[in-house]
Structures are given as structure tokens and as C-alpha cells.
């Protein structure tokens, strides 16, 4: 039974060498429909890698503070025009005191939200770090212990800070893994110093190196390291800035003694960084339960808000729920291509059964002749299938090179992650197999029902 199904499918074989021409049209449809399902399944894989990549760097279950600034607030004046009350705007704007977000307001939460498992301040400085006369732009960074557990950050070698020197404001630092090539290329940097405006700071720990290269990547709160330098938040504090020391006469333009050090140090405007009253540039809370997001948000929003005067200066963010419906809008994009890249495959399918609805009728006298000499209409149905399944196998298997060949293609010019996984290749490949029984067997099954004797009479 089998060396006569064999012969079916060589008789098939021969058909399609016997016209070659019209098998490559015909299995053109299933070619690019197969490389255009793996390349957009690896478009897609490629996205959810980076929200997966994205969700890692922002942390788990993190909620951030950030401060904004109001030049109304803790009196400024927005004008001298008098509404009637008898007090002007400037007047009226002075009472819109607000202290600021605070150590405080940090130590604040740790004690009274029973949802907080960790969290951590951040004080921001841009400047460059020197040694040996090199110098390198850098962002240094004021934070706790706690903030490398926030973010899954990792040291390559050396140690995170101990709490005698966050407790205390000990000039060490933890640093990227670009600053460690930058600046201690030939050495081990652990234990040797650099020097970040009038401090020298001894590095304690270097961490590992991140590959995420994400386009707006500070904007949905993903955390880059490698060029960033940290140091405790008391060190900070205590020797480069204190937002909170700065005066009334600093506010309005004089700089303090701690405030203008900084800034004219970092290069930046002395006037718009002085009405920045703010002691933290961030404040990270992470909860225990992702469930608990929205409520702790809302918690922090109000108790903020009292502490603050009922000066909503701050800006409280979920970044991990902003990927998350990120990913799931480029979840409906990639459903959508996928969608419209399946549709390839069905055209390819449909041209395979009306080529071979063609061929059933070009060779009536030939299926007439075989069932003349003995063959069965199973013969037939196996000669006529195996065609179809030999087109969109074929044409699979090329599809399945092109789309490989696509997805890098897109990846090195368009500068779009593609991920190739070997499901998205068996899916392709099973379904344009599949194409080929399903529009295949109807074509197959008519060309078995012709009468033989009605066969060989055709012209």
C-alpha cells in the first residue's frame, strides 16, 4: 500500500518539475505569507521582551514621587493686580507655603503606610567626575541601600554601602559600569577614589552592566546605570546640596552658600534651580502585592497633599502599570499584524485551489487514463493532494528563510527588536502545511469523482 502511494506522490513530483514556472507562482502566496507571520511574531516578541526588559528596570511594584515646581508657591508672585479683596495676587500666592517633598515626608510614609516594603529618596546631581585627568560626564546619585533592591540592580564587584556610611554621610560611592571603563580602564576601580566637584569619593562597588538601549526610557521611568555614579543620601546632603537650607533670600534669587556651590558647579541656571524648593528629586516606594498600587497611591496622594499644605506639588506615578498598558496596546498592534499577515497565508491557500481547480481540468484525459488502467480515485485524491502539500511545504520552508532573513533585516535598519523563537517558526510552518490539505483536498476529491469513460472522450 505504501509503494503505491509512493507512486502517487512521484507522479506528483514530476507534475510540478514538469511545470515549474507555474508551482513557484502558485506557492508565492504561502512564501511571503510564512515570512510575514514570523517576522511580525518577531516584531512582537521583540516588543514584549523590552516592556518585560522595561518592567525589571522600573522595578517591581513601584511607585514614584517627583516633585514639580510652582513659582507661586512659597511666595512668589505671580503679579501685583488687586481682586477686589484687597489683597493682591503676590499677596495672596505668599500664603501658599508648601515645604517641599522631604526626608520627612519619606519617613513619613515608611512609618505610617503598613503596604510599604521599601523605600528610598533620590537626590539627582549633573556634573563629571574626575581622576587622573580624566573627565566624564556624569550623573551622580543620592540614595539608600534599599534603592539597588528596588530596581534588581546588581554589583559586578565590591560592596553596596554599609549603614555606617549611609547613617553617617561617608564620601564612598557605587558606580556604572561605563564610568568603571572610563575612568579605571587599566585598573580595578574597587577602593580607588574619584573626584566629583570639591569631594573625593571612594568607590566601593561597581555594578553590572546593563545591555537595554530603550528610546525615552527616563520618561516611562526605566532606570539607566551605567553612566550613573551613587553615593548615600547623606552624603549628599551633608556636602554637596540641601534644598532645605536654602533660605528666603536664596528663593529670590540669591544663592546660599550650599545651593550655589552645587549649581554653579553642575553648569546650571541659577535663577530657575533656586526656586527649586524641593529637598528630594524623587521619592520610590514599593509595595508588597501588585493589588495594592492603586490603594497605596491614593494613600499617598492624600497624606501628601496634608502634609503639603493642600499644595498638590508632586506628581505620583505607577510605572510599571503605565508599561503594562503599553504592552497591552502593543499586544492589539501585534495581534492586528499577525491578523493581517494570516491573510497572506489564506490568499496563498486560496490561489493553491484555484491552480489546481486549473489543473484538474487540464488534465482530465490524463486522470481518465489512470483510472482506466486500475488506479482508484484514492490514488487520485493522494496524486492531486500531495501536489498541493508539496507547494505549500516548499513554499513554507522558503518562507520560513525569508522571514528568518526579514526579522534581521528589520532589526539592523529599522532599529526594531525582532525575537525569532522556534514556535513562532512551527506555527508558521504547521499552518501553511496545514493550508495546503485544507485547499488542496477539495481539488483533489473532484478530480477523483471524474467518470473515465466521460475522461478520455475529453478533447
Known amino acids: 500500500m505504501f509503494s503505491r502511494y509512493f507512486h502517487d506522490i512521484e507522479i506528483a513530483i514530476e507534475s510540478l518539475l514538469g511545470n515549474k514556472l507555474k508551482s513557484i507562482l502558485t506557492a508565492l502566496g504561502i512564501i511571503f505569507g510564512t515570512a510575514a ?10 516588543a514584549q521582551q523590552e516592556i518585560l526588559e522595561q518592567i525589571k528596570m522600573v522595578g517591581v511594584n513601584n511607585i514614584v514621587i517627583t516633585p514639580t515646581v510652582d513659582l507661586t508657591i512659597n511666595g512668589g508672585n505671580s503679579g501685583s493686580s488687586d481682586d477686589g479683596s484687597g489683597e493682591s495676587n503676590g499677596e495672596k500666592t505668599k500664603k501658599k507655603f508648601s515645604p517641599g517633598l522631604t526626608m520627612d515626608d519619606l519617613e513619613s510614609i515608611k512609618r505610617i503606610v503598613p503596604s510599604v516594603n521599601r523605600i528610598t529618596p533620590e537626590i539627582i546631581a549633573n556634573s563629571f567626575v574626575v581622576q587622573n585627568g580624566r573627565r566624564v560626564p556624569s550623573k551622580v546619585i543620592g540614595v539608600d541601600n534599599d534603592y539597588f533592591d528596588v530596581y534588581n540592580i546588581s554589583l559586578e564587584k565590591g560592596l553596596f554601602f554599609s549603614d555606617f556610611q549611609v547613617e553617617n554621610g561617608i564620601p564612598v560611592c557605587v558606580i556604572g559600569a561605563n564610568i568603571a571603563a572610563k575612568i579605571f580602564s587599566n585598573a580595578d576601580p574597587v577602593n580607588q577614589y574619584l573626584k566629583f566637584g570639591h569631594v ?10 546593563t545591555n537595554v538601549n530603550l528610546s525615552a526610557a527616563d520618561n516611562a521611568g526605566v532606570n539607566l546605570v551605567n553612566d550613573n555614579v551613587f553615593i548615600p543620601v547623606q552624603t ?11 533660605n528666603s533670600k536664596s528663593l529670590s534669587g540669591s544663592n546660599g552658600f550650599m545651593g550655589g556651590f552645587f549649581f554653579s558647579l553642575s553648569g546650571g541656571n541659577q535663577t530657575s534651580s533656586s526656586s527649586n524648593y524641593h529637598q528630594l528629586d524623587k521619592i520610590i516606594v514599593q ?3 501588585t493589588e495594592q498600587l492603586t490603594t497605596t497611591t491614593e494613600i499617598l496622594s492624600r497624606m501628601l497633599l496634608r502634609r503639603h499644605m493642600q499644595v498638590k506639588d508632586y506628581e505620583i506615578t ?3 502599570l503605565l508599561l503594562k498598558q503599553q504592552q497591552r496596546t502593543k499586544d492589539i498592534f501585534n495581534i492586528v499584524l499577525g491578523a493581517i499577515a494570516s491573510i497572506s497565508l489564506i490568499v496563498g491557500g486560496i490561489g493553491i485551489m484555484n491552480i489546481m481547480f486549473a489543473t484538474v481540468m487540464e488534465r482530465i484525459k490524463e486522470i481518465g487514463i489512470r483510472l482506466a488502467l486500475g488506479a482508484k480515485k484514492a490514488d487520485i485524491i493522494a496524486q492531486f493532494l500531495s501536489e498541493a502539500i508539496l507547494i505549500s511545504v516548499s513554499g513554507g520552508l522558503i518562507g520560513v528563510f525569508l522571514g528568518v532573513v526579514f526579522s534581521k533585516l528589520i532589526m539592523k535598519f529599522a ?6 523563537s522556534p514556535g513562532s517558526i512551527i506555527v508558521a510552518f504547521g499552518v501553511s502545511a496545514a493550508i495546503g490539505v485544507i485547499f488542496g483536498l477539495s481539488p483533489a476529491k473532484r478530480a477523483a469523482q471524474k467518470d473515465p469513460i466521460e475522461s478520455l472522450r475529453h478533447e
Do not use: D, F, H, Q
Request: no cysteine; net charge positive.
Open 200 to 209: 573625593w569619593l571612594k568607590v566601593v562597588g561597581v555594578l553590572e552592566k
Open 415 to 420: 532599529g526594531i527588536l525582532t525575537i525569532i
Open 287 to 289: 509595595v508588597e502585592e
Open 318 to 320: 505607577v510605572p510599571e
Open 236 to 246: 549628599m546632603l551633608m556636602r554637596y546640596k540641601n534644598r532645605a537650607l536654602i
Open 37 to 46: 507571520v514570523i517576522s511580525m511574531l518577531a516584531i512582537g516578541n521583540g
